[in-house]
């Protein structure tokens, strides 16, 4: 057997030029759309929710909100081939599904921001199911338009460029949301429910940026789908075919490839539900976690992921994605080192900008790696499936986080979460393995 040379890498002049492209600034604005409704039902939520005075345990059963991204999978064949009357006429298949489950999430936001957590608990939890919904619907949609809108070789320069606009709406999100409620509250202090009520407010009406980005953009040229006879054929070419499909192409490795995905994101995902808890009892003020953990922790996130996608280009997703399973557990570590220090401002800062560049780079490159998994006759409902596995298990863990932290401490359950990106190393090892041998032709 000969191993084939490898392809002559971009120079990096070619290589920066793509992030100029319209595609990419496209992406930067509809990545700020999907990235702003995921903290207000999940982290952001979870600091307003400990700051009202909602026990720990409580706040890690309501992430289990954050399931819904976990399922979308399941309309996710109903977004890729169903028409909405009218609007699809009027936009396309792509656009129309992103506008619609944009003005759901507005509606949502505000549906949150007029409940206050003391009284009506139910009532704001499914107001967060609604946007959790609404925002995995727009994630199943965009990510068919961001795989439809370029060819294979720059999908990782779009992942990058939509993971900085996914960040930017983190940091308005997250620093955002709380330098409003801080401002609105003046001088009062303790949980003041009309200054979250103004912060959300401003978060529905955010929503609009990615709304006018696609009245703007053109829709990818539709895919001829064939004719659809009957439920039980449209069932077999929407849902089926997608997943046999998968299994077709790749055949035994399929099974390494899903347990790969299923758990690549795992130690963040776990440690990220109880990180705002842990800064609301540590002691940090509104300010110091809008500008330490929300922008200047998400500016090192958006250099990872520059850094992610750039190194993708250059030398293969697979090295990058070891790197970033390597980073995101070792950094886990530092956490636990920071609880037994309480309340510090300079050993915040290392440890937020540490975690934060690990995690951008290994987000890009794992979104470069999944979409390099699709068929694009099947985008929506085989990167839903894709991105939905890559959540369900990791949050069904997290919703148990609150009692571990009850149970055993800050400091052991960062250290716990660490230990979680273990196999993950293993899987990634695996996987470049079977890639290699996948590349080398039989002599």
Not at 297 to 315: C, D, E, H, K, P
Not at 342 to 362: K, M, Q, R, T, W
Not at 407 to 432: K, Q
């Amino acid at each position: 057997m000969t191993e084939p040379s490898p392809a002559k890498p971009r120079p990096w002049r070619n290589t920066l030029r793509v992030y100029l492209e319209p595609a990419s600034l496209r992406m930067l604005t509809l990545g700020f759309a999907s990235g702003l409704p995921l903290l207000l039902v999940l982290g952001t939520l979870s600091f307003r929710l400990r700051e009202a005075g909602i026990d720990r345990a409580t706040i890690g059963h309501l992430s289990w909100v954050g399931l819904a991204y976990g399922f979308k999978w399941a309309w996710a064949p109903l977004v890729d081939r169903l028409p909405i009357p009218l609007l699809t006429r009027w936009l396309g298949r792509r656009r129309s599904w992103l506008l619609l489950a944009q003005f759901g999430v507005m509606a949502g936001l505000i549906g949150m921001a007029a409940t206050d957590p003391r009284n009506a608990l139910e009532t704001l939890t499914w107001c967060a199911l609604a946007v959790a919904f609404a925002s995995a619907t727009q994630d199943i949609a965009l990510d068919a338009f961001r795989i439809e809108s370029a060819p294979t070789d720059v999908q990782p320069a779009l992942a990058a460029s939509y993971q900085t606009g996914y960040r930017i709406a983190m940091i308005w999100a997250g620093a955002g949301v709380l330098w409003i409620a801080a401002r609105s509250q003046g001088d009062l202090t303790g949980y003041d429910d009309s200054a979250w009520h103004a912060a959300y407010i401003a978060m529905a009406f955010s929503m609009l940026v990615g709304s006018l980005t696609v009245l703007f953009s053109r829709e990818p040229a539709p895919l001829p789908l064939p004719p659809i006879r009957s439920a039980r054929a449209w069932l077999r070419t929407a849902l089926i075919e997608p997943f046999v499909d998968f299994l077709r192409r790749y055949g035994w490795q399929a099974a390494l490839i899903l347990s790969l995905i299923a758990i690549y994101r795992i130690s963040d995902i776990v440690m990220g539900i109880m990180a705002n808890p842990f800064y609301v009892d540590m002691g940090y003020t509104k300010d110091e976690i809008a500008a330490v953990t929300k922008v200047f922790g998400l500016i090192m996130t958006l250099v990872g992921a520059f850094v992610g996608g750039s190194m993708a280009i250059r030398m293969g997703v697979m090295r990058v994605l070891m790197l970033g399973a390597i980073l995101s557990a070792g950094t886990n570590v530092a956490f636990s080192w920071l609880a037994g220090l309480g309340h510090n401002l300079p050993a915040l800062i290392l440890v937020v900008s540490a975690d934060n560049l690990a995690s951008g780079l290994a987000s890009a490159a794992f979104i470069g790696y999944l979409s390099g998994l699709t068929n694009v006759s099947y985008s929506a409902t085989q990167y839903a499936l894709f991105s939905s596995l890559m959540l369900l298990l990791p949050k069904f863990v997290a919703g148990f986080s609150g009692d571990y932290v009850n149970a055993f401490g800050y400091a052991r359950f960062f250290a716990s979460t660490a230990l979680l990106g273990l196999p993950v190393v293993v899987l990634v090892l695996l996987a470049m393995r079977a890639e290699r041998r996948k590349k080398i032709p039989s002599s």
